[in-house]
């Protein structure tokens, strides 16, 4: 009876369903580069001045600023929820300034808690096997 019940504890655990990412739909598309903002926004600003829209875009790379609370516009995407996309990567509402870089296989590659600069991101995402595989066409 105990292993019925334990067995029966156990199947329940695993088919409950995992907290759902909210950017799942991007996975194997698109690389995030994923800004979760501050009071004043000045980190955020440096973090998109730092990054060439051309790199970026040769490297399948979305990046979204996702504030603190309520719904931010994600291109082909539309309205997403904010404390959805927190939840997901484990970023409290009230943490500062946090910048995520997560693989078309939706890992996290890197996290920063300053503005990463260009040479830094796009050489990692240059290490990447996938993009490897990519630039070789």
Known sequence: ???????????????APAAANPFDSLRWEKR???????????QEAEQR?????KELAARDLLVVTIPRDGKLMVPGQGSLDAAGARKAYGIAADAGF??????????????????IQAKELFSTVDAMPMRRQEARG
């Open 98 to 115: 946090e910048v995520l870089l997560v693989g078309k296989d939706g890992g996290v590659k890197m996290r920063a808690k300053e503005p």
């Open 1 to 15: 009876m105990k292993l019925l019940l334990a067995t029966a504890i156990i199947a329940a655990v695993f088919a």
């Open 49 to 53: 001045r730092l990054l060439p829209e």
């Open 32 to 42: 995030l580069l994923l800004i979760f903002g501050e009071t004043d926004g000045a």
